[in-house]
């Protein structure tokens, strides 16, 4: 094993020139490393790592998260922070608009609410998919900060209003009343949100899922085209980094009572959807179902309650956009039309599965918060149900969406949803209703 600086030991295992020379590949390390070397990160970098123990019960026996791409003998992860954006940091540094040596300057970052710590952080097995520290770390982990060690918040709590039309809506239609505390007159509602990054113990995953430690890691390292070759080469790292996106938390009422199992909690975990969210597409009901959980949430925290929704980075079923409107045009282009009994087989013909949002890492960001029950969760999803349930939180009740709130075009997948075993107060649609075309057209 190397003890020092690269690891040019063994280039040659992974194809790749020696640290002194470009092996003719024209390899451009010399541009970018500081001194031509290429930054191996498949072996050891040296000693002083400091030793991550996950679910350790306080956060000096846990240890921080270092995944510092500046003093490789310092890291004690697979990766690096900020997930996906890991590569438009990258480009920026090769673009030589930002230093590789740049420390984040934490003055004033520190969260605007404490969360936590609660007991489900050092369960084992609780919290598998993001650190539960990462938002205290220049507090808790002050003095390996003053030490030199390069350690990163991944997760930040802050304070916003939001101003949605159809909360506006709501006001005017009189659902909702203005209250100068949760929802002022203007009709912005006042919460508390968190952006949170993903941090992967290998082992929990794996358990999550089922599967071996060793075949995820190896799955992992080939699926990416070998991006991470740690992750079969150190199997004394525990802890991965994954270039994907994370979970923003939006909170209305106060976060301490989120843990509170008497004070009623109004929750909805949604998976992202660019089209509806953002853009309004009519052909799903995410937006309409994504604002009358925070109209509930309001509500509920007007109630004297608190209200919950977990935003979750898994664009199109965690299929990707591409795939999503390549499904879209196979449905609508279906001989018979876009009907409810060919949804899913749409989806599984081109993308080979008809889901890949996988919710079994979702409740981590409940048990993060403290959450131990949920009076009114806002879902039909019988996954995510399944998943928080499972993993020891109490559902009282599930808040389907309004029939009025359900585009005419969207109506092909709630459907179909609901026929897959979706909740429902009302009928599940039989066959001879899921064979009629509701979807539209695409035009001629
Ligand atoms: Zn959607």
């Given at each position: 094993?190397?003890?020092?600086g690269?690891?040019g030991?063994?280039?040659?295992a992974w194809g790749?020139?020696?640290p002194?020379?470009?092996?003719?590949?024209?390899?451009a390390a010399?541009?970018?490393?500081?001194?031509?070397?290429?930054?191996l990160?498949?072996h050891?970098?040296g000693v002083g790592?400091?030793?991550?123990?996950w679910a350790?019960p306080?956060a000096a026996a846990?240890?921080?998260v270092?995944?510092t791409?500046?003093?490789?003998?310092h890291?004690?992860?697979?990766?690096?922070?900020?997930g996906?954006?890991?590569v438009?940091?990258?480009?920026?540094?090769?673009?030589?608009?930002?230093?590789?040596?740049?420390r984040?300057?934490?003055t004033n970052?520190a969260?605007?609410?404490?969360i936590?710590?609660?007991?489900?952080?050092?369960?084992?097995?609780?919290?598998?998919?993001?650190d539960?520290?990462g938002a205290?770390v220049a507090?808790?982990?002050a003095e390996?900060?003053s030490?030199?060690?390069d350690?990163?918040p991944t997760?930040?709590?802050?304070k916003?209003h939001v101003?949605?039309?159809?909360?506006?809506?709501?006001?005017?239609s009189?659902?909702?009343?203005?209250d100068g505390?949760?929802l002022?007159?203007?009709?912005?509602?006042l919460?508390t949100k968190?952006?949170?990054?993903?941090?992967?113990?290998?082992p929990?995953?794996a358990a999550?899922f089922?599967?071996s430690?060793?075949d995820l890691?190896?799955v992992?390292f080939e699926?990416?085209g070998g991006?991470?070759?740690?992750?079969?080469?150190?199997?004394?790292?525990?802890?991965?980094?994954?270039?994907?996106g994370?979970?923003?938390?939006?909170?209305?009422?106060?976060?301490?009572?989120l843990s509170d199992?008497?004070?009623?909690l109004?929750?909805r975990v949604h998976?992202?959807?660019?089209?509806?969210?953002?853009?309004?597409?009519?052909?799903?009901t995410?937006?309409p179902?994504?604002?009358?959980?925070i109209e509930?949430?309001?509500?509920g925290a007007q109630?004297?309650g608190v209200?919950?929704v977990?935003?979750?980075?898994?664009?199109?079923?965690?299929l990707?956009e591409v795939t999503k409107?390549l499904?879209y045009?196979a449905?609508k282009?279906?001989s018979?039309g876009?009907?409810a009994d060919q949804?899913f087989a749409r989806t599984?013909?081109?993308?080979?599965?008809?889901?890949?949002?996988?919710q079994?890492?979702?409740?981590?960001?409940?048990?993060?918060?403290?959450?131990?029950?949920?009076?009114r969760?806002?879902?039909?999803?019988?996954?995510k149900?399944?998943a928080?349930t499972?993993?020891g939180?109490t559902v009282?009740?599930r808040v389907?969406?309004p029939?009025?709130l359900i585009?005419?075009?969207?109506?092909v997948?709630?459907?179909?949803k609901?026929?897959?075993g979706?909740?429902?107060?009302?009928?599940v649609?039989?066959?001879?209703?899921l064979k009629k075309?509701?979807?539209?057209?695409l035009?001629?």
């Amino acid at each position: 094993m190397p003890t020092s600086g690269y690891a040019g030991a063994f280039p040659q295992a992974w194809g790749l020139p020696g640290p002194t020379e470009d092996g003719g590949t024209g390899m451009a390390a010399e541009s970018t490393a500081p001194n031509g070397h290429i930054r191996l990160t498949s072996h050891r970098g040296g000693v002083g790592a400091p030793p991550l123990t996950w679910a350790a019960p306080t956060a000096a026996a846990r240890g921080p998260v270092v995944g510092t791409t500046t003093s490789r003998a310092h890291r004690n992860v697979i990766g690096t922070h900020s997930g996906s954006y890991s590569v438009y940091r990258a480009l920026a540094v090769a673009a030589g608009a930002l230093s590789r040596e740049h420390r984040a300057d934490l003055t004033n970052t520190a969260p605007t609410d404490d969360i936590g710590p609660y007991p489900s952080w050092h369960e084992p097995g609780a919290i598998v998919s993001l650190d539960p520290w990462g938002a205290q770390v220049a507090d808790v982990f002050a003095e390996h900060l003053s030490a030199g060690y390069d350690i990163r918040p991944t997760i930040a709590v802050t304070k916003a209003h939001v101003i949605l039309p159809e909360i506006s809506e709501a006001i005017s239609s009189g659902r909702l009343r203005p209250d100068g505390k949760v929802l002022l007159d203007g009709g912005a509602a006042l919460v508390t949100k968190a952006a949170v990054e993903p941090v992967w113990h290998l082992p929990g995953v794996a358990a999550r899922f089922g599967c071996s430690e060793t075949d995820l890691r190896r799955v992992l390292f080939e699926e990416t085209g070998g991006m991470y070759p740690e992750l079969v080469t150190r199997s004394d790292l525990e802890v991965f980094l994954p270039p994907i996106g994370g979970q923003t938390v939006y909170l209305f009422g106060s976060p301490r009572d989120l843990s509170d199992p008497s004070v009623e909690l109004t929750a909805r975990v949604h998976d992202e959807c660019n089209g509806s969210d953002v853009f309004g597409s009519d052909i799903c009901t995410c937006r309409p179902y994504l604002t009358h959980a925070i109209e509930e949430c309001i509500q509920g925290a007007q109630r004297g309650g608190v209200g919950l929704v977990a935003y979750s980075r898994k664009e199109g079923r965690a299929l990707g956009e591409v795939t999503k409107f390549l499904v879209y045009n196979a449905r609508k282009r279906q001989s018979g039309g876009d009907s409810a009994d060919q949804y899913f087989a749409r989806t599984e013909c081109v993308a080979g599965v008809q889901d890949m949002r996988f919710q079994e890492l979702m409740p981590d960001v409940l048990h993060w918060l403290g959450v131990r029950r949920i009076h009114r969760l806002v879902s039909m999803s019988n996954m995510k149900y399944d998943a928080i349930t499972g993993s020891g939180i109490t559902v009282d009740e599930r808040v389907n969406i309004p029939d009025e709130l359900i585009p005419p075009d969207a109506r092909v997948e709630i459907d179909a949803k609901t026929a897959a075993g979706y909740f429902t107060p009302g009928a599940v649609p039989d066959a001879v209703e899921l064979k009629k075309a509701k979807g539209r057209g695409l035009p001629a």
